[in-house]
């Protein structure tokens, strides 16, 4: 049996009785099998395009994982990002005509969730026949980035507004709407106005009426009792059409302190 052994080791590979490599038809595999057999000048073009093919496809791994990585990323941040209380309000003759999420509130929030997740933000600005266009660019540390444009009118503005005044209000609206559009941001009261029925006053004229309510010794419940006419809730939950009356109430107050 060793005699055997002995023979069959002496014999040319394509002699011997042992089962044949399995062929790997990769790119890379089929480059392994073309240095084995030797690169000749007439196999070089194949060579060349076998170093291609497999570059591409490395490449093309490359995008798929970082993809991959971005989805996984953004649906976290899509399940901790809240959605956002207006804590800004448009006045005029005293009265409140709307209320909307300020861009550093919304920012404010989801900075944090963001770079938890490993995502960053840039923006980039075109104005174009009157129009601002802001591309809000969501960029993950993996190395996808998702772009989304918002276009707004410049328009005159309030008055009183100079040129560059009206510049930058538009352009802080498309940077705001551009961002919350990238993610999906939901917000409560937007340009809602506040004197319909269900609009509420602002996160800052809550937390105004609540510090001037402990300042004068007011008692809160029954404070609120009258503000949200007997029904449960907090400052938050008082409509907007109370406030001014609120405020007149409570400047009597402060007036005898």
Not at 2 to 14: F, G, I, R, S, Y
Not at 199 to 227: N, Y
Request: hydrophobic share 35%; charged share 25%; with cysteine.
């Amino acid at each position: 049996m060793k005699k055997e052994t002995q023979e069959a080791e002496l014999l040319p590979m394509t002699q011997r009785n042992e089962p044949p490599t399995p062929f790997d038809a990769t790119p890379a595999g089929m480059m392994q099998q073309m240095i084995r057999s030797g690169v000749t000048s007439e196999n070089v073009a194949a060579f060349t395009e076998l170093v291609k093919l497999s570059e591409h496809m490395e490449d093309r791994k490359i995008q798929r994982d970082a993809q991959a990585a971005f989805n996984a990323s953004f649906v976290q941040v899509q399940k901790a990002i809240p959605a956002i209380k207006a804590d800004k309000a448009v006045m005029k003759d005293g009265q409140v005509l709307y209320q909307y999420c300020s861009y550093e509130e919304i920012w404010n929030q989801v900075q944090p969730i963001l770079s938890a997740n490993g995502f960053s933000v840039r923006y980039s600005q075109e104005e174009k026949e009157g129009k601002v266009t802001t591309t809000c660019h969501l960029m993950h540390e993996g190395g996808v980035t998702v772009s989304n444009g918002y276009t707004v009118r410049s328009g005159k503005g309030a008055p009183g507004m100079n040129e560059t005044k009206c510049d930058a209000a538009a352009s802080t609206v498309s940077q705001r709407e551009a961002l919350c559009d990238a993610l999906n941001i939901i917000r409560r009261a937007r340009d809602d106005n506040a004197n319909m029925e269900g609009g509420l006053i602002t996160v800052q004229q809550a937390k105004e009426l609540r510090d001037r309510v402990a300042a004068t010794g007011s008692d809160p419940a029954r404070f609120l009792a009258f503000a949200l006419k007997g029904k449960p809730g907090d400052f938050e939950d008082i409509h907007a059409d109370m406030f001014y009356s609120l405020d007149a109430m409570l400047k009597k107050r402060e007036s005898t302190k």
